[in-house]
């Protein structure tokens, strides 16, 4: 196909990547690591962490976590917030030749179960703070190893013991948990696997770019998580494509190994997991902001030094705004506001941008992409309303039900292309034979319309999936949950515009139980789905919209609001 977009790239973005300049994900961060030894790689809570550091730690982690006898490929799930833990376990298990399979520490029981099983992951290294949650389910999990992190454990033995005695007993923020040992089942404190692990050797591993790096969990519109199979050609080609793209905004930086990236998102997302292993890359380092909703501690953390990256969803742009302190910042160094994870906001971008003289930037992307899609040029100063031109090797195709291509202007499915581009589900041939086409393209479930420049300009949606905060959130799985509330007859869940959130989630619900209130339907919810997921409006209705064979109309439920 004619790649129209390509005559409006700015001067110098190449019009293609080359992934094949490396083996694999792991020969790029080994190379990075020995390179910049010497450089600071990430700082949290004030406590920095060398490139030499992060290589011996996670050396030594990998090659624990070898000595457990785990098979090629194996599945290593990750349930760690952005702190120190995260980077030199991820680095750990791609070193050891395993897959690492992130998850979300604010999953619930249900939500964590599933994951585990699906992926088949035998091992997890996971924060104590969330220990209660593996506890319920693990009898029911392949997992046969615990790695068990404290907050403080990276963070020098002084600092690091008080800071985990005040989670722990200050704050109160480790609930009790009792994990079961049966089975052979071991649990390991992650600075004693790191002690033991230095003493033991760590094999190299014979992957290449087709090796499976991730296993990154995206909603599903059955109700159940699907794990996009993510390479290492895909990642390393992702690196490579925002590296590419953002060059021009960082020009200015010169060395791009000085730049200073804002790592709030959390780095288990796809959105902040790329740009992490792309300031591995560059050598650059990372300021860890583990509780990004204590905008009272990130306003003073983003005060500490010149920064120079920030990544972050419209929300998180729109509360920082809202902030009394937030004039207080210096934002003299900021080269790039990249917005990403749901839709961007003209008024919240007109204020970013005059308020910090740095416009945000609109992208789009998804799991399955490695975040990397479509992105507006980065030294404009113009909010387009669209999401961009297709990045470096990547065709972005309009098409109809039937896989057809359709004229520039005429709305149709966005259809995606790419060395970036996910391989499949994981085990879910039947969904992977519905999400390409005949033609390679990746079905994305959004509806947009591409103009002569080739910027795509996203219209609606496809699929009900409802976006809070820059997470999916897909109707099914809400209400295959609320449906078991006791005293729910049935309910459909969609989502409403909301100034803070996006998109906020309405829940109709018919009852057969007279007594049953609002607060009983979300304190249901709250047990059994993860924050974001619960609703923020319940309705209570004698009966929903139907179709003649008895299919619940939403489209009917979203227009009458």
């Not at 309405?506 to 979300?522: A, H, I, Q, R």
């Amino acid at each position: 196909m004619e790649k129209h977009w390509l005559k409006n790239y700015p001067d110098g973005v190449p019009h293609e990547v080359q992934p094949e300049q490396y083996r694999s994900l792991t020969q790029l961060l080994e190379e990075s690591f020995k390179r910049n030894a010497s450089r600071p790689f990430s700082v949290c809570m004030e406590r920095w962490m060398t490139y030499g550091q992060l290589d011996e730690l996670s050396e030594a982690l990998g090659a624990w976590l070898q000595a457990q006898g785990l098979e090629p490929g194996a599945r290593v799930a990750i349930m760690l917030p952005n702190i120190p833990q995260f980077a030199v376990t991820m680095a750990a298990v791609l070193r050891a030749g395993y897959t690492c399979v992130n998850v979300n520490p604010l999953y619930t029981a249900r939500e964590l179960e599933h994951q585990l099983k699906d992926s088949g992951a035998t091992t997890i290294v996971i924060l104590e703070n969330f220990a209660n949650t593996l506890e319920e389910v693990i009898d029911r999990t392949p997992i046969k190893h615990v790695v068990m992190a404290s907050m403080g454990d990276l963070l020098g033995f002084l600092f690091g013991t008080w800071i985990t005695f005040a989670v722990r007993h200050l704050a109160k923020m480790v609930p009790a948990y009792k994990l079961p040992l049966t089975g052979g089942r071991k649990v390991t404190p992650f600075n004693r696997a790191i002690a033991e692990g230095t003493s033991m050797p760590l094999q190299p591993s014979p992957q290449t770019l087709d090796s499976i790096a991730f296993l990154q969990y995206t909603g599903g519109t059955t109700g159940l998580s699907k794990g996009a199979v993510l390479t290492h050609r895909n990642i390393v080609s992702a690196i490579l494509q925002a590296e590419a793209w953002f060059s021009p905004a960082l020009k200015r930086i010169g060395n791009v190994s000085k730049t200073n990236s804002i790592a709030a998102l959390p780095l288990y997302h796809i959105f902040a997991l790329t740009l992490c292993l792309l300031a591995i890359r560059w050598g650059s380092h990372l300021t860890l902001v583990p509780n990004p909703r204590d905008f009272g501690k990130f306003v003073d953390v983003l005060k500490k030094r010149p920064f120079h990256l920030f990544p972050a969803v419209n929300t998180l742009f729109n509360a920082l705004l809202q902030h009394p302190q937030f004039k207080s910042i210096d934002f003299s160094q900021l080269c790039l506001s990249q917005a990403g994870g749901m839709a961007a906001s003209e008024g919240t971008a007109k204020q970013w941008h005059q308020a910090t003289g740095c416009p945000m930037i609109e992208g789009w992307g998804m799991s399955e992409t490695c975040a990397i899609g479509t992105n507006n040029i980065v030294t404009s100063t113009q909010f387009t309303g669209t999401i961009g031109l297709p990045l470096p090797g990547i065709e972005i195709a309009i098409k109809d039900d039937d896989g057809h291509s359709l004229p520039l202007g005429q709305p149709g499915e966005i259809c995606i292309k790419g060395p970036n581009v996910m391989r499949g589900y994981y085990n879910q041939p039947a969904e992977n034979e519905k999400a390409f086409t005949s033609d390679g393209f990746m079905r994305t479930g959004d509806i947009g319309v591409m103009d002569e420049r080739g910027y795509t300009k996203i219209v609606d949606r496809k699929k009900d999936m409802i976006l809070v905060s820059g997470f999916n959130v897909f109707p099914n799985e809400l209400e295959n949950v609320i449906s078991l509330c006791p005293g729910v007859v049935e309910c459909a869940a969609i989502g409403i515009p909301d100034e803070k959130q996006g998109e906020a989630i309405k829940v109709f619900v018919v009852k057969n139980d007279p007594t049953l209130s609002e607060e009983d339907v979300g304190q249901y919810c709250r047990q059994n789905l993860t924050g974001y997921k619960v609703p923020k409006y319940i309705e209570f209705r004698d009966d929903l919209p139907k179709t003649n064979v008895g299919k619940i109309l939403r489209r009917e439920l979203r227009s009458a609001q």
